[in-house]
């Protein structure tokens, strides 16, 4: 139950709502957006490329400049992707260093 006080700005359409109506729309639209290094935003199942040589942790090997990342997948987190390469399993790239293809 809210009373008249229970009241929070909304900043997508610059108005003040209701904290029920705003629950609702945070429902709604739960997805964050994420965005390559050039401010495209990525989907799942998109094609990056790498903008700069990557040393991989753990894998002894690095990922060079121009290297095509195929089939990503979406992390919760807004600046993470997840994906695959020949030999490195469980590879997570930062997306400040991948552009869409």
């Known amino acids: 139950m809210s009373s008249d ?3 929070v700005y909304d900043e997508v359409s610059g108005e003040w709502i209701s904290a029920e109506e705003a629950l609702d729309k945070g429902s709604e639209t739960d997805t964050n957006e994420v ?7 990525l989907a799942d199942g ?10 991989v942790k753990g894998a ?4 060079k400049r121009g290297t095509l990342i ?6 919760g987190d807004a600046q993470e992707i997840d ?4 030999g ?3 590879l997570v790239l930062r997306a400040e260093f991948v552009r869409k293809r």
């Open 46 to 55: 998109d094609q990056v490329t790498l903008i700069k040589d990557l040393v």
């Open 35 to 41: 965005r390559d290094a050039v401010g495209n935003i």
């Open 83 to 86: 994906c695959k390469f020949e």
């Open 70 to 75: 195929k089939s990503i997948r979406l992390t």
């Open 60 to 63: 002894g090997q690095s990922l």
């Open 5 to 7: 006080d229970d009241y």
């Open 88 to 90: 490195i399993k469980g």
